[in-house]
């Protein structure tokens, strides 16, 4: 007996973050955090669920394009995902009207996330197992013949892939219970957003020092003077030894980029992130040379392999920020975590948002076990907001994520949340 | 007494080319050329019309982002605009949580060239002009107030683009006379579909070169040998003196390209168009470099003005193909063709589609007047389909573009043609 996909079901959920301005920054004074949000509802006892994050206005235009391209999904058989997947990933991403739209960028592609994570949620919790262990159960072959290599082969074969994955895998028990011992190293974006006042960021490092947290995000990008100020301010709360990191959110054109980094190097910043626009990979690779040591990190706005791959070629990205919900899905993030490593980079995912930490978690984990072996340089973004709307919300313990243990991709938000939230008919927004 | 916008009306139109092979290609079997259409309607006696161009599936979605951006304009002063536009453009493509989808890419920008260039309807059908003669009675401040340099800078900054444009229009009058006796040059896209056969493209040839063309462009990037077999009949047909442009629609890898081209050089290709994805930058530049002296020509699905910026830097792009309608409507074209003038690369639109050679003879005849005061290496593409559900559809005398005096943009639709092949209801698709 298979059970099947029965039906797909969408829901346009916001939440009213700009009230607090919790996730403020020089590019977006008042995101209101949001999920286009997609059910795949099976006839058995377990159902699939993904997103995309957007910030507010326009969650309804991905929300209709989920539609659009997941309803074909009904009637898959869900015991045979391992088969279904490569077809399912090139109907979602490579089918040529949808391909116009972009090809394989802005709403289609973060839909097509979506419904991937949706079907990969709803494969690891059919087989049982948290998704970074459905992931290493796979054969390297298996796992490969789930991921596209169009217009990234030139670097990455999928032959070459299979070799990766089959050497990276040796030693992984040893490093499993390494992370189940100490978790996987994060830092917290919480302290440090634009709009918070200098008094609010002190008590929340001090709060966040106390429970831990070593390495820590702050926004710049507004007056210099006052990004300085702040900068300074930050790296005298948490001393010499934490990392520090600045993140401009694409605000500054290039020469702009390196005359501000020039000034704010005086915090002695790890990584400077999206410096300038996401699409400038020539602009990052001057950046980049103009401004080390500091490091130039990039990509939760980077939108396919093709743009990965490039920027990892030119040397504009030292710190590779792969987003799970805007690359399609696991099969396009695994290929950027491959090309990645191909190149000594490390991933540090991007992160906050809404599920977004409950989703790379399972993708770093597997990056340790199978890819890169390494956590030298690697850090997942946290950020303390909306994990209460999940049904298996990460758990932080002293700046590290724990070990997820729940079957799936921690994808699935509760029901009350999506009720409450859903736009506009929602008691959240009824309210207003 | 002031006209105002008063509502904001779309449409979902598609035409079931599919049906002839009609705009096959190598990465397209079966387009339904399609149009995201809005009308904007006043109290006066002028109404604006724009589209985005998708080929069938995604055109709702299309559709209702332009539905979720265009409401605001609603209440906007007809006279007004001049001082209007730029503010239309920062709202369209600088909106925080509408950027969060891109920035600036894939459907919410298709979006906003369809807005965009419904306001650019308006405007010039208000003055009375067609909008190539809108642009030139703008001056070059008031004109370069509609254009966005952001993350451009570094090449092009509005103060230099003052000086281009007051240098470029130096000596109009007799190139506009020139102009109106011979036509701006173009070549035909209309007999070398990929779904055609021999018989039929023979007789397509024939009868193209009867009405005066000399220019042909072919669809490649099937199999290698009758690619091959394909080119060199062509280039038979049209003589030595012809060019012949050949079109790969993204299929190859870049190894794959520059070993492709390399066999088809036998037929004396003028350009190579889209030889690999778009995205690929530094790609292109690698295949411009293998294959020199053929050019290698892109641009239709080069989504923004900082992608446009680096393929031209990188060398990657001999002959630019902006497209009317992918770009952010007039104001981006305007910037990209712009910065192609700085690096003396030739723009040949991307046409065809639906409405496209109704578009672009606008801008390559103000690129001509205005900016590169050059029409070498330069011609408009132009496939012979929909023109009769146009209003005001291009003329064509002796392969060339006769310039368009009704004002406006010609980018209205029929409104029996609208209400024909609206989707699903109309009722060309009510027979199928």
Redesign the interface.
């Known amino acids: 007996m298979t059970i099947q996909i029965t039906g797909v079901e969408t829901a346009d959920v916001r939440f009213p973050t700009s009230a607090t301005h919790s996730g403020s920054d020089a590019?977006?004074?008042?995101?209101?955090y949001s999920a286009a949000y997609v059910t795949l509802h099976t006839d058995g006892d377990v159902e699939g669920h993904g997103l995309a994050f957007?910030?507010?206005?326009?969650n309804?235009?991905?929300t209709?394009?989920i539609e659009?391209i997941a309803e074909p999904l009904a009637g898959t058989g869900v015991d045979d995902l391992a088969r279904q997947m490569p077809l399912i990933l090139r109907a979602l991403t490579q089918?040529?009207?949808?391909?116009?739209?972009?090809?394989?960028?802005?709403?289609?592609?973060?839909a097509a996330a979506a419904v991937l994570n949706a079907v990969w949620d709803l494969w690891a919790k059919q087989r049982g197992m948290p998704l970074w262990q459905l992931l290493l159960s796979l054969t390297p072959e298996e796992l490969v013949a789930c991921l596209d290599f169009?217009?990234v082969?030139?670097v990455l074969t999928p032959g070459e892939a299979v070799r990766m994955l089959a050497e990276g895998r040796l030693g992984h028990a040893e490093r499993l219970a390494q992370l189940e011992e100490h978790g996987y190293p994060a830092y917290i974006t919480s302290a440090g957003w634009l709009g918070y006042d200098d008094d609010t960021v002190r008590r929340l490092v001090k709060d966040s020092l106390d429970d831990g947290w070593r390495h820590f995000k702050l926004k710049v990008g507004g007056q210099l003077d006052d990004d300085l100020r702040r900068a300074l301010f930050l790296r005298d709360l948490i001393g010499p030894d934490g990392r520090l990191m600045l993140d401009a959110n694409?605000v500054w054109?290039?020469?702009e980029a390196i005359a501000a980094i020039s000034v704010l190097s005086a915090c002695d910043p790890y990584w400077i992130e999206e410096p300038?626009?996401?699409?400038?990979?020539?602009?990052h690779a001057?950046i980049a040379q103009a401004i080390a040591p500091v490091r130039v990190a990039t990509g939760e706005?980077v939108?396919?392999r093709?743009?990965f791959?490039?920027f990892l070629?030119?040397g504009a990205m030292a710190v590779c920020q792969a987003d799970s919900c805007r690359l399609a899905g696991v099969n396009e993030n695994i290929v950027v975590y491959l090309l990645a490593a191909k190149h000594g980079v490390p991933v540090c995912p991007h992160a906050g948002g809404v599920g977004l930490c409950e989703f790379v978690q399972h993708l770093s984990i597997f990056d340790y076990l199978s890819i890169s072996g390494s956590l030298d340089g690697r850090m997942i973004e946290y950020v303390d907001h909306l994990h209460e709307m999940f049904v298996d919300p990460v758990k932080i313990r002293r700046g590290a994520y724990v070990v997820p243990t729940a079957p799936g991709f921690s994808t699935q938000m509760r029901a009350d949340a999506v009720a409450e939230y859903r736009y506009p008919e929602g008691g959240a927004w009824a309210a207003r």
Not at 54 to 58: D, L, P
């Open positions: 590019m977006n004074p008042d995101p209101d957007t910030i507010g206005r326009g309804d235009v991905v209709k394009a659009v089918d040529s009207h949808i391909r116009w739209l972009g090809p394989e960028k802005g709403v289609m592609h973060l169009r217009h082969q030139d694409q054109e290039v020469p300038t626009s996401p699409d400038d990979i020539l602009g001057a706005h939108h396919n093709v743009m791959k490039q070629a030119a």
